[in-house]
């Protein structure tokens, strides 16, 4: 089978991570620190902090911009489920709109619908690597004196006319999970140019302490701190990460090619001036005389790693049909889920299918993939 992901781990990351338990020092400290500043060098931010784990880099960073119980943050419903839950987490509400069925990002004409004046932020996810619309989006919060959380836990790297994802809105998030482009098992960073929410995020990532540490303590806060074991992977798969990045375009180019062939799939879109890292490639089946589910299983029968990873958008996941029952319930109104039709997340949710597109495929197992399809739609 060839695997729909396949970290890249050698003795690089294994002599980093021995490094680091022979100084004897395991906790965030020196190394997380200069994981940091390479981070944000690399995004072109003043400031970033690494964070647990993907999820706590979005939840630091809402409560970081004082997105408070009842404030509406509008978002995707075509994520994984961890960045809306983010939301509703620190007791906020997540309002999800529609997306462009090109790139399966949030529309912006969308958002721009669904303000209120309970609007607080605006969370655009770059989903599969694809960069969101960030220049209509900031428009549209400048507008509207809006905050946006740039959910770039898939995109490192990606950019939007130059400009790299996690510096383009007020704050950003990554992570850092096994399969990410850039991994180091799990772990996570949050980018920004704002010294103010840079400098909330440090206390509530750490129990509230101050900038400078110690037992002093000025606000509640969580550990959702990294370990310096973890960042010495991180600053290994950051410097693989252009490269690794190249291949990956170089690979979904291939498909591109390849899958324009047949009327039956729609390949993955990538608007001018933007420039995807393609954490996922994923196409869409528009066919009748064979499933999306079916393609996925004779893919698989074929000894390819496929699958579809958000077949169930968010608006339909038993979390918001059953949102009543969570605890911020009590003080806060949701809407009623189970009435919200988005057409353009459902359908992209129906129909696209997953092949692998990682940095470790050979040709032969590109060859091996496109005959697959081919033999397939045959």
Not at 108 to 123: F, G, L, Q, R
Not at 135 to 140: G, N, P, T, Y
């Amino acid at each position: 089978m060839i695997p729909f992901a396949k970290p890249v781990v050698d003795k690089e990351e294994l002599e980093a991570v021995s490094k680091v338990l022979e100084s004897g020092m395991l906790a965030e400290g020196k190394v997380s620190r200069e994981l940091e500043k390479e981070f944000a060098a690399f995004t072109g931010t003043k400031y970033a902090t690494v964070t647990s784990n993907g999820t706590t880099a979005l939840s630091t960073a809402l409560e970081a911009m004082e997105i408070q119980p009842g404030d509406e943050v509008i978002t995707s419903p075509f994520t994984f489920i961890a960045s809306a839950n983010t939301i509703a987490m620190i007791g906020a509400i997540p309002i999800f709109v529609d997306i462009d069925p090109r790139t399966y990002n949030i529309d912006p004409e969308e958002i721009e619908n669904a303000i209120t004046d309970k609007t607080k932020a605006i969370m655009p996810i770059h989903i599969f690597g694809m960069p969101s619309d960030m220049k209509r989006i900031m428009e549209i919060a400048e507008t509207h004196d809006l905050l946006v959380l740039e959910d770039a836990c898939q995109a490192h790297g990606a950019t939007v006319d130059g400009k790299k994802v996690g510096s383009i809105g007020h704050v950003g998030a990554f992570s850092f999970y096994a399969t990410k482009n850039m991994m180091s098992g799990e772990g996570g960073m949050i980018t920004t140019d704002d010294e103010d929410i840079y400098e909330r995020a440090l206390m509530i990532k750490n129990h509230g302490r101050g900038k400078h540490g110690g037992y002093s303590h000025f606000r509640i806060g969580y550990n959702n701190r990294m370990m310096d074991i973890v960042s010495a992977i991180g600053r290994v798969q950051l410097k693989r990460l252009p490269k690794a990045t190249e291949i990956r375009r170089k690979n979904a180019e291939r498909y591109q090619r390849f899958l324009s062939e047949y009327d039956e799939i729609v390949p993955q879109y990538e608007p001018d001036g933007v420039k995807s890292v393609y954490h996922v490639y994923a196409p869409r089946l528009l066919s009748k005389r064979i499933t999306r589910d079916e393609m996925i299983t004779k893919l698989r029968e074929k000894g390819v790693g496929a699958r579809s990873v958000y077949a169930l958008p968010c608006h339909k996941q038993g979390t918001y049909l059953n949102i009543q029952e969570w605890r911020w319930a009590k003080f806060v109104t949701y809407p009623d889920y189970s009435k919200l039709s988005l057409p353009h997340s459902e359908e992209v949710g129906d129909t696209h299918f997953d092949i692998p597109v990682h940095p470790s495929l050979t040709d032969a197992d590109l060859d091996t993939i496109e005959d697959a399809i081919r033999s397939i739609l045959s």
